[in-house]
């Protein structure tokens, strides 16, 4: 589904992320680790098209991505979610998905303008999209309330939710589990796997080896920019570069 080949950032004379090449096959889960400054975020950014490669190509379902802008690359079905949570904190939580379902509109500015009837059956058929993906995923109690009063754990869905709602064939998480507590990241876990089960392809950056363990069908490790190893988590684990770069003493002891 997604293939990349000799990817490579350079700032100035920084080289963030160098010669990657991988790819995520449909209905997976795949992992991204690696220590911090390794070139995790930049290499998402570089495949939803916020930034693009100094060197080398990225591909999805065979048509190249890397010089289209970051919503040509959502059209043809890439989401994401971002580090930092990034909702519509005063609106609420079914606001927030019928902005991402809206995507999917099809009604003119001038029938919007004019509330024509055919916009405003749009704008029905979107909000009883959006109950049925907040149901989905558990938050259809938090319905009607402002996005920025519930708990993190439940922001996070909200955005996982949000953009599930442009309809993605891939779906990237940039370390969806940051601020949780083990029960939050527990839920979070359980609800990956189910969306997985679904038939969702997920791309998953994330430093809790726990959750990675729990969620990952195979794992990449990049350190300096660069791929380091592959495989399963056991795998990745037992491997002695990665014991090195990135999981140290905790792994040893493990």
């Known amino acids: 589904m997604l293939k990349l080949n000799q990817v490579s950032r350079q700032f100035g ?9 991988f790819e995520v096959r449909a ?8 220590p911090n400054g390794a070139g995790k ?15 080398g190509q990225i591909h999805f379902k ?32 079914l606001e927030n998905l019928i902005v991402g379902l809206h995507t999917q509109g099809k009604a003119s500015l001038l029938s919007a303008a004019l509330m024509l009837p055919a916009y405003r059956a ?29 708990s993190y754990g439940d922001q996070r869905r909200v955005e996982i939710a949000r953009a599930l709602a442009t309809d993605p064939e891939l779906l990237l998480l940039d370390e969806p589990t940051a601020g949780m507590n083990a029960t939050e990241t527990a839920r979070l876990g359980d609800l990956i796997l189910s969306l997985r089960d679904d038939g ?6 994330e430093h809790d080896m ?10 990449i490790v990049l350190n300096f920019g660069e791929v380091i190893a592959e ?3 056991d795998e990745i684990k037992a491997n002695p570069l990665v014991v090195e770069a990135y999981l140290g003493t905790e792994a040893e002891h493990a």
């Open 41 to 55: 975020t930049t290499l998402l950014n570089l495949i939803s098209g916020l930034d693009q490669p100094t060197h």
């Open 231 to 233: 495989g399963t988590t």
């Open 62 to 93: 065979n048509q190249r991505i890397d010089k289209l802008p970051p919503h040509r690359v959502n059209q043809l079905g890439i989401a994401r979610t971002y580090q930092n949570i990034r909702l519509f904190s005063e609106m609420s939580v």
């Open 210 to 219: 726990a959750f990675i363990s729990q969620v990952c069908d195979r794992v």
């Open 27 to 34: 209905n997976q889960i795949v992992g991204l680790i690696g």
């Open 13 to 21: 004379g920084l080289t963030a992320v160098n010669r990657v090449s």
């Open 122 to 150: 749009e704008e029905k058929r979107l909000r009883r999209d959006a109950r049925a993906l907040s149901e989905r995923l558990g938050l259809d109690a938090f319905n009607h309330a402002p996005a920025d009063s519930l």
């Open 200 to 205: 969702q392809t997920i791309f998953v950056i």
